[in-house]
């Protein structure tokens, strides 16, 4: 097995939000706004190259919406799924599998793209699988309130339209030992229903692609929970349990939406979880 960091795109977004109740005093030492109270966020898949599959996590905001929507998110930098893939020997048309942890628009966007005429959509990875839950997938497609900004239907429905949609099959409990896709999966409802956090057995540790139950470096406090959860005090429990297992564990969390600590370990200490080694991709995706 490979693994190689696929970065699909930065953007900024407020820290408040992405802090919840914790404040700015506080959250700016590990995540410095700027002026406008925007934090720097990262977009950061990842591929698994596992016998004949290659298996991308998340595909980032893609780039099919207006300029007036991505001015909402200051991106900046130069990375897309293109040339990142490109980096590491590999084309769109190669991927066999895209796993989304769920399906934001800035966990998933990417996984549809305008026709050839932008008259329609179609799915941006002709040969791949897309791998989603049924529970996660019925809570998108029928979008409360809340989150309804970030279930973009141009987003979702265009991959039930391609044919090549598949839903994980849920455990009875919150950890499915092996999914269809060889790795392990935690499935946790805090953020939005039925988020999945891949588990993947690497070079004799596990590496966890945190998605949205651990946005950077500067939320491992337990408190530290974001304005966008939609069941907050569930966070809580589920990240008591996630980051006593991470540090018992020596997990090499690998952080989505970090743009500055791609991959940490952390700790126990006697003021809880804390920050123990940050890690290069290079260091680690070797």
């Known amino acids: ?63 099919k919406q207006s300029d007036k929507f991505f001015g909402y998110y200051s ?29 934001h628009f800035d966990h998933c966007g990417g996984s549809v793209v305008w026709n050839k005429d932008r008259t329609g959509y179609e799915v941006g990875f002709k040969n791949a699988t897309f791998w989603t839950n049924e529970n996660h997938w019925e809570w998108a497609t029928k979008p409360n309130a809340r989150e309804k900004a970030s279930f973009l239907s141009e987003n979702i429905l265009p991959i039930q339209e391609s044919g090549q949609l598949q839903f994980i099959q849920r455990p009875d409990g919150d950890y499915l030992e092996k999914s269809e896709l060889g790795f392990g999966i935690f499935f946790v409802d805090g953020h ?19 998605a949205d139950l651990l946005a950077t470096a500067g939320h491992i406090p337990i408190p530290y929970v974001m304005g966008y959860d939609t069941r907050p005090l569930l966070t809580l429990d589920e990240k008591t349990k996630f980051m006593n297992h991470a540090a018992d564990k020596n997990y090499l969390l690998f952080l989505e939406h970090d743009a500055h600590n791609p991959i940490i370990t952390v700790e126990h200490t006697e003021k809880g979880v804390r920050l123990k080694d940050v890690f290069t991709c290079d260091e680690i995706l070797k």
């Open 1 to 63: 097995m490979k693994l190689y960091p696929i970065e699909s795109g930065n953007f900024k977004l407020d820290g408040g939000a992405m802090f919840g109740v914790v404040p700015k005093t506080i959250w700016n030492k590990t995540n410095p706004a700027d002026e406008n109270n925007l934090i720097d966020i990262a977009a950061r898949c990842l591929l698994i190259e596992d016998g004949n599959r290659l298996i991308l996590i998340d595909t980032g905001m893609g780039n």
């Open 75 to 103: 991106l900046w930098g130069d990375h897309t799924i293109d040339k990142s893939l490109a980096l590491h020997g590999f084309h769109r048309d190669d991927i066999t599998d895209v796993f989304m942890t769920h399906l």
């Open 192 to 210: 939005t229903e039925k988020q999945m956090i891949p588990h993947i057995e690497y070079n004799g540790k596990t590496l966890v692609f945190c």
